[in-house]
């Protein structure tokens, strides 16, 4: 897959996004899917990748706030994807198995990022108003608001931050969360209702150091 395809992808509407992933997760056609790409049938698992592209790169972006950081974590993550299929047991498991696989290279690189340059997760923090996680047509929150809940998101530790990302961003149930952190449920809340505490203290303080 190109650049070029994975920004096409990036553009697509978010609520169309939703309706497709939603009733591509529950049909007949999508375990077909996932059980066809098991026998070994590429085309069919790489329909399973076009139907979840646009959502892989999104969380790799927003993950890693680096262009080329997420491109090649949807590739990777599509290569590992291929080589481990047979071990999916429940198809209809297919969607929160491969942002497991996306997540946990995330979480790889970032580790990674940290032991090379301690300081660059600090200056990618600055991202082009384009490339804030929340769409531009949410007008009930203005581009600065916008802006300083990236922020203060990027200083949750990692596990909150993304249950904060699946939860807000992707529209995605504590069960979903459940499975694709591999953690139970009430740890998920637990995690969940500690990270906005931490959120609404950083905005909090933001305001009054700027107030």
């Known amino acids: 897959m190109g650049r070029r395809e994975y920004h096409e992808a990036a553009s697509i509407q978010r609520d169309h996004e939703m309706l497709e992933s939603h009733e591509g997760l529950d049909s007949p056609r999508m375990k077909d899917l996932v059980l066809a790409a098991q026998r070994g049938d590429d085309q069919a698992f790489y329909e399973l990748i076009d139907q979840h592209k646009s959502r892989l790169y999104r969380i790799a972006w927003t993950s890693l706030r680096h262009e080329q950081d997420a491109l090649e974590a949807v590739q990777e993550t599509v290569c590992r994807a291929y080589v481990n299929m047979k071990k999916l047991k ?36 600055n991202v082009p108003e384009e490339r804030v996680m929340f769409r531009q047509s949410d007008v009930s929150i203005s581009v600065e608001d916008r802006l300083e809940l990236e922020q203060a998101i990027d200083e949750l530790g990692e596990p909150e931050k993304q249950i904060i990302l699946l939860k807000y961003y992707e529209d995605m149930t504590i069960t979903d969360i459940s499975d694709v952190l591999a953690c139970p449920p009430g740890t998920i809340k637990t995690r969940l209702h500690r990270a906005l505490n931490k959120l609404r203290d950083m905005m909090g303080k933001g305001r009054e150091t700027h107030g």
């Open 90 to 125: 429940n198809p209809a498991f297919f969607a929160t198995w491969l942002v497991r696989i996306l997540l946990n290279h995330c979480i790889d690189e970032l580790k990674r990022r940290a032991k090379q340059s301690p300081h660059r997760s600090h200056q990618m923090k």
